[in-house]
């Protein structure tokens, strides 16, 4: 049976056309807004068309932010005027139309920021410089040191007086491509505006402040928020045959960011999950507990779709037996990493000698994913898809995450890896 899942998978391109469909004709899929909407009545209409006994919508609260005009120029008496690549972060507030012009201050981090003080920080745009550390092979952790320059840093500088920030792309890569992501603040600091700026830009601006330290930034962002508005989980299920109280959870992020196709941020997961149903059904596997494919909405911006999907199961009494979730981009599979210890974990690790043929051989334990990461307090277990990732922040939350990106056998070998262990964990009850 497995290798009847992964000659299946290999020999249909479904997937990989409904892949192509969401990257060119949902582009920008921010929750909320039309191109989100159509998402959701693709992977609904996708969803039926592959098999699946029951397809509905989950309505979930979204935010609404809007990116607007977005412009950045060095200014220096040296080197002249340049334009930066930038891409404005979610959730930041904007500028006036006017924008603002003000000196720029470089920092690593939150330390330094500090240690500078707002006498030298009060009215001048803060500049975090953090690479992401590429000796490190685990690209996820390199992203984890550098991304909450992110996250925090508009919060942190603005305790300081800071007029705005620009903060580098959280990537591996050394390329012209801003990479965008929320920006959070604390609920006692003034808003400020921040943008994200690409890794050649960031070095750059950085080699113009270390010989004229009088550089100045012009920056104007015009983005706004607006009231919090609606979209849609979109599920569909295979009904189990033995235990259909009992449900098994596959799924991916719909929502993407706006300037992106989010081919494999998260598109291509999602396909990867209604790919399970067209197996299932192709091949008349008849699950004991019944099987779910999940489009989770809103992931990108404040995860109302995971937790609303938890909490909706929790409500209904729903028993959440396992949950999958692929968000890691759709390169070559490596494995599965496992919330499980003791000799859940082992009996889990023993699946991997049906994977090994296809060469997919890393069941540890290990992280899973945000979307599902709310179903935790209900015992289910949680498991994270684990594809090479090598790559993936060369594309993560950038205008470089295009369809084009994707092989077809790799996110074919993903999809009938998830599909295959699901059927594992359901047959043998682990």
């Not at 990493?337 to 991997?352: C, I, M, T, V």
Request: glycine residues 8%.
């Amino acid at each position: 049976m497995i290798k009847s899942i992964f000659d299946a998978a290999l020999t249909d391109q479904t997937a990989y056309r409904n892949l192509e469909y969401l990257c060119k004709n949902t582009k920008g899929r921010l929750p909320g807004s039309p191109a989100a909407a159509e998402a959701v009545e693709y992977t609904r209409q996708e969803l039926i068309k592959a098999g699946a006994d029951t397809v509905w919508l989950q309505r979930v609260p979204v935010p609404h932010w809007e990116r607007g005009f977005e412009e950045c120029k060095a200014v220096s008496s040296i080197f002249g005027v340049t334009d930066l690549s930038i891409s404005t972060l979610g959730f930041s507030v904007g500028t006036t139309e006017d924008g603002i012009i003000a000196g720029v201050i470089e920092v690593k981090d939150f330390d330094e920021l500090k240690k500078l003080g707002k006498q030298k920080i009060e009215g001048k745009i803060v500049f975090f410089n953090r690479a992401a550390d590429n000796t490190l092979v685990n690209t996820f952790a390199a992203y984890g040191g550098a991304v909450s320059q992110r996250t925090q840093g508009a919060s942190e500088a603005s305790k300081f007086g800071a007029a705005a920030v620009i903060v580098r792309s959280a990537t591996n890569a050394l390329d012209d491509f801003p990479h965008t992501g929320v920006t959070r603040y604390a609920d006692e600091v003034t808003k400020i505006p921040a943008v994200a700026v690409s890794t050649i830009d960031a070095e750059l601006l950085s080699k113009w402040l270390r010989r004229d330290p009088a550089t100045r930034i012009s920056l104007i962002s015009t983005c706004m928020n607006y009231p919090d508005t609606w979209s849609y989980n979109v599920i569909g299920e295979i009904k189990g045959s033995l235990k259909p109280n009992e449900y098994i959870t596959n799924g991916g992020h719909l929502d993407a960011w706006d300037i992106t196709e989010g081919a494999h941020d998260d598109a291509g997961g999602c396909v990867q999950a209604i790919e399970m149903i067209r197996l299932y059904k192709t091949l008349n596997i008849k699950p004991k507990r019944t099987v779910r494919a999940v489009m989770f909405m809103n992931e990108e911006m404040s995860g109302t779709g995971g937790r609303g999907y938890a909490s909706e199961a929790s409500a209904k009494g729903e028993v959440h037996y396992a949950a999958i979730e692929s968000d890691r981009g759709v390169m070559s599979p490596r494995g599965f990493g496992f919330e499980a210890d003791g000799e859940r974990l082992e009996k889990l690790q023993s699946l991997a000698k049906w994977f090994a043929p296809y060469n997919i051989r890393d069941f540890d334990k290990g992280g899973s994913g945000s979307d599902i990461s709310p179903l935790r307090p209900s015992g289910t277990l949680l498991i994270g898809y684990i594809p090479d990732v090598q790559r993936y922040f060369y594309y993560h939350h950038s205008a470089n995450d295009t369809f084009d990106k994707v092989n077809i056998r790799e996110l074919q070998m993903g999809s009938a890896a998830s599909a295959a262990l699901v059927y594992l964990i359901d047959l043998l009850d682990i």
